[in-house]
């Protein structure tokens, strides 16, 4: 079984700085020393670490707000991605490479370019500091990544299940709804981590287009924390705040494992 | 709309409309602001001054940005080599063990972390008195000199990017079919041949995405530098995007970061036009 002692070779290699985050973020406050950081510590202050981090940061409003972008966000994406797709591919619209690269166009865009601009269209439109302006720029930013994800999928996808489907008097968006979402689970759920995971690490739309603590994102609160280090932050209290930041996501990392765990078949239903 | 072809629906043009709205009003409206900012002088607080292309005359000559485009140059190369490559193999390994989900884990946990961690994760591993310097018994400032300090964040940029190409490529193994597969065995394929002749051709679409992900992502490289090294020392270890960023917020010379914000887009996208145009057509 070659193939699992690579696998575990390059795992354990891959766990190594992980390890050396746990440890640290898990001793105490006063006692790091970076020419022995791999040394695990005797005292084990993990959950007060937490606590300092989570004391010197407010998080309650901004913690709910943060929730509802990085979930709202990418489902908005998700679907309206993933129509997208299935219109050009699947119900091949006509010219539907450039719509493509109409859409995929928008990742082209350096991210940082994009914030003078929408600050200045933001405050016009009354949309600066509004939680459907986050939502609305989240989404915009996801959706190319959904479209091209899901039209590659698609595209793979054998094309008499859509005319079985028609044959049967299902409308288009039925067959969209209640065939092609279904079965590109796997691809919408990683399409939805990443942009999970892009959101609730977003620093610098919250940064910019949010000013009040119920509507900006609970990262501002904790990155400052995080970087602060060089500035007074011990680095263990740093650690753990990265860690609290890590956690939701980590969590929805294992909770979607079954997803990715078996084949499907969907070449010749 | 075609009447020819009602099987197809009459509504296509709404369906891919809030993928292209979207995209149009909040990521390219941007664009053409910057792009018109960029051929005036703007600090950011009197108004735009129109000077021509000539912040872009100014481009051709300014030594910093040929170290800017090394640099990215170098991201990019490295991009597909490490994160790309690497994140298939891992992909290729454990698709179809028994429990491989779980041999993914280690890979996907470092996506988790934001920038900020990353850089607080890995500034004690590279440092002077570093556990990297121990390890390998050497004395080498890892993101001092350039190009190894570039060298340096890709494998860091590799450890934390990894498991999410792992993960696409996964879903790409995924969604082939396997009457092909059983086809090949039982004439005797296996191993590398029946990768390399049935499954490589198979999982071309989402290949595709992920290398045409990686192309614009690297491209466009800017969180990791920022955290680790800010472009420096000095200015040797910056891409374009730390080159915009710094010459626009740094430095408030908004016009100039505009120009170089413009040529970063026109590059990106026309690499991703010439990639697209022969994998997804």
Known sequence: ?269 | MSTRTPMLGRFRLGYVAPAALLVAGLLYTPFLWTAYLSLTRYDGLAPPEWTGPRNFVKLLDDPALLTSIRNTLLWVIGTMVLPVGLGLLVAVLSYDLKGGAWYRVPFMLPYALSGAGLGLVWSPILSHDGIANQLLGVDTAFLQDAPQNTLAMLLVWTWQQLGVNTLLFVVGLQSIPKEPIEAARIDGASGWRLFRYVIWPLMRPLTAVVVGLALVASLKTFDIVWVMTQGGPGRNSETLAVTMYKETFVASDYGYGSAVAVLLTVVTGLASYLYLRRQVR
């Open chain 1, 1 to 269: 079984m070659i193939r699992r002692a690579v696998l575990i070779v390059l795992g354990l290699v891959w766990l190594g700085p992980t390890y050396l985050l746990l440890v640290n973020a898990s001793r105490p406050a006063a006692s790091y020393d970076p020419g022995s950081a791999w040394l695990p510590s005797g005292d084990f202050e993990l959950l007060a670490n937490f606590g300092r981090a989570l004391a010197s940061a407010d998080l309650g409003q901004s913690l709910a707000s943060t929730a509802l972008y990085s979930v709202v966000s990418p489902l908005l994406g998700v679907v309206i991605g993933a129509l997208a797709g299935y219109t050009i591919v699947v119900l091949r619209l006509r010219h539907g490479f450039w719509w493509f690269l109409l859409i995929f166009g928008g990742t082209v865009f350096p991210s940082q370019m994009l914030l003078v601009p929408l600050f200045v269209g933001y405050s016009d439109a009354g949309l600066y500091d509004t939680r459907l302006g986050m939502i609305l720029i989240y989404t915009a930013i996801n959706v190319p990544l959904a479209a091209f994800v899901l039209r590659n999928f698609y595209s793979g996808v054998a094309f008499s299940i859509f005319e079985a489907a028609r044959m049967d008097g299902a409308s288009t968006w039925r067959v969209f709804w209640r065939i092609y979402l279904p079965i590109s689970t796997s691809a919408l759920a990683a399409v939805f981590i990443l942009e999970f995971t892009f959101i609730w690490n977003d620093l610098i739309f919250g940064l910019t287009l949010s000013t009040t603590a119920d509507v900006r994102p609970v990262m501002t609160a904790l990155a400052g924390l995080m970087t602060d280090v060089y500035a007074g932050t011990p680095v263990p209290v740093g650690l753990a705040a990265g860690l609290v930041c890590s956690l939701p996501t980590v969590l929805l990392f294992l909770a979607t494992q079954r997803l990715f765990a078996r084949g499907l078949s969907l070449g010749s239903v």
